[in-house]
């Protein structure tokens, strides 16, 4: 039972053009969320986050919005670079004594020059 | 540098083998966490300790096993192991019992492969 998913392996985009990975989401209690990083022959690194009170949170050229509604977030990236080029993992985690992460599958953005 | 180390970095071992891989967290931290990644799948959450005690278990196989020391490196035991073990381990760690806002931090991982 995927409880996070990632429904798209691959995304490629031009450079300087927005970047949008999708990730939608089926347990109710999820009230955090986080993306993260991955390039080749390294761990996961934190990229972003936003709790399910609200619906947009920014951090330079990268916005997560959150509908939750629809339990769906959406990572976008304005302007792509290069270097963004990695695999996107959509996360999410329940209040609860453990707290664990939930990850989806993966999205690998390659941004062309 | 995360870090998070993990040990080694690469790993190849036969069918029906068992190997240990070992991770220590960031300094301060108290949670690890193990997780896989298989081909084109995403993390799989497999145990979490907290200061010495495990706190929670995921899809881990019955012929895995963990455990945290006193140091609070963590260790990750495979055994009789199958072709279809062969992945990446990541350990991660958190300064808490479970994620903070930024989630966990991750160690660079294990390469596990099973021939």
């Known amino acids: 039972d995927q409880q996070v998913k990632q429904n798209s392996p691959s995304l490629s985009v031009q450079e300087g053009r927005i970047s949008i990975l999708n990730c939608d989401y089926t347990?109710?209690?999820?009230?955090?969320f986080l993306w993260y990083k991955k390039y080749p022959a390294e761990g996961p690194t934190f990229l972003i986050s936003i709790s399910s009170i609200k619906d947009k949170n920014e951090d330079g050229r990268f916005t997560v919005f959150l509908n939750k509604s629809a339990k769906h977030l959406s990572l976008h990236i304005v302007p792509s670079q290069p270097g963004d080029s990695a695999v996107y993992f959509c996360a999410a985690s329940a209040q609860g004594s453990a707290r664990q992460l939930t990850f989806g599958s993966g999205t690998q953005l390659t941004v062309l020059p | 540098d995360s870090g998070v180390t993990q040990t080694p970095k690469h790993l190849i071992t036969a069918t029906g083998q068992r190997v240990t891989l070992r991770c220590s967290p960031r300094?301060?931290?108290?949670?690890v966490y193990w997780y896989q990644q298989s081909l084109d799948q995403g993390l799989q959450f497999l145990i979490q300790?907290?200061?010495?005690?495990?706190?929670a278990k995921g899809n881990i196989l019955e012929r895995f096993s963990a455990q945290q020391f006193p140091d609070l490196h963590s260790e990750l035991n495979l055994s009789s192991l199958e072709l279809g073990d062969s992945a990446l381990y990541f350990c991660?760690?958190?300064?808490?019992?479970?994620?903070?806002?930024?989630?966990?931090?991750f160690g660079s991982g294990t390469r596990l492969t099973v021939v």
């Open positions: 300790y907290y200061n010495g005690e495990e706190r």
């Open positions: 347990n109710s209690m999820f009230d955090y």
């Open positions: 991660a760690s958190s300064p808490q019992r479970g994620a903070t806002p930024s989630g966990y931090t």
């Open positions: 300094s301060g931290d108290l949670s």
